[in-house]
């Protein structure tokens, strides 16, 4: 594996910082926790998708695009990341915003990443859920092709094969560092949606030969659903970089037992994550991703599923620029 070989632009502030909480470790009473910060990525405030955009980003430059179209839900952090390295690029950036919450609030419909996708230049069109994004994508870039411009697509979260080897090389980044302080990773956790960050982690953690465990925590589809979806993202990401069944089927386990009512739905565990996190280590978790996973985190320690860890990372993918959106939905006691 050589992703030398693959074009990318440089986004991301790389390393990010892999942190011991020794503060959280002692309050769950179990391994010790430590966080990987893809929170810290640089771009737009950070978050996991900057490490897909550097692959997906320079795809689109090398195809002489002048305009990239991509999705996400209203408060998407994908759509944030891709606006800023849109702008930094040089680029138009057409966004397909789709309303996958019932009734939005004011503050949920224009605050937190919405606010920031318009500081960035991003032209905003607003859907609502459920449409076929992929056809509208693809009016949409036809419509520019109409125009004279050079659309390229760029799929919702980035996770297509060209943006999980954003995560191949995240994987190899964290076993250096690991290696280098003697750590041994016994389990390695992520939030899991569009499957890119979760897929290529697995991809790069085989190819390396690392065996170090990884387990997606769900925040949106069901256990089946998700655990499908990235494995067959995983099976194309082995292939582009030349490893076809590097991965098999047992290293994708996804748990999804803490999505909730439903994705961007908040749940109490998920609140009350994010005030520990805050109060007990400083750090500033998600309201949608970031925030779910580490309440599956906590339940999954409280139930002995790391027994016998001594080390378990979760990697923070980001999504703070979503609590403001989320502000009169959250207690704060
Ligand atoms: C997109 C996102 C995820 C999920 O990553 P996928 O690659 O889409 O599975 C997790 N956390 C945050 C904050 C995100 O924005």
Known sequence: MHLARFPRVSLAHLPTPLEHLPRLSEHLGGPQIWVKRDDCTGLASGGNKTRKLEFAMAAALAAGAD????????????????AAAAAKLG????????????EPSDVYAESGN????????????????????????????????GGGGTPYIIPGGASNAVGALGYVNCAMELLAQANER?????????????????????????????????????VSAAQA?????????????????????????????????????????????????????ARLEGILFDPVYSGKALAGLFDLVRRGFFAGASNVVFLHTGGSAALFAYADQLAFD
């Open 91 to 102: 680029l138009a950036c057409e966004v397909l915003l789709e309303n996958r919450i019932g």
């Open 67 to 82: 305009t990239i179209v991509t999705v996400g839900a209203v408060q998407s952090n994908h759509v944030r990341q891709t």
């Open 225 to 277: 659903l998700q655990e499908r979806k990235v494995f067959e993202l995983a099976e194309e990401t082995a292939e582009l970089i030349g490893a076809p069944d590097v991965v098999s089927r047992e290293d994708v386990v996804a748990n999804c037992d803490y999505v909730g009512e439903a994705y961007g739905v908040p749940t109490p565990e998920m609140n009350a994550a994010i005030l520990t996190l």
């Open 182 to 218: 003697g750590l041994v990773i016994d389990h390695l956790v992520t939030a899991t949606g569009s499957a890119g960050t979760q897929a290529g982690l697995a991809v790069g953690l085989r190819a390396t030969h690392s065996r170090v465990p990884l387990l997606g925590i769900g």
């Open 114 to 145: 919405v606010l920031l996708d318009r500081l960035f230049g991003a032209a905003l069109h607003r859907y609502p859920g459920g449409t076929d994004f992929a056809a509208e994508m693809e009016a949409h870039a036809e419509r520019i092709r």
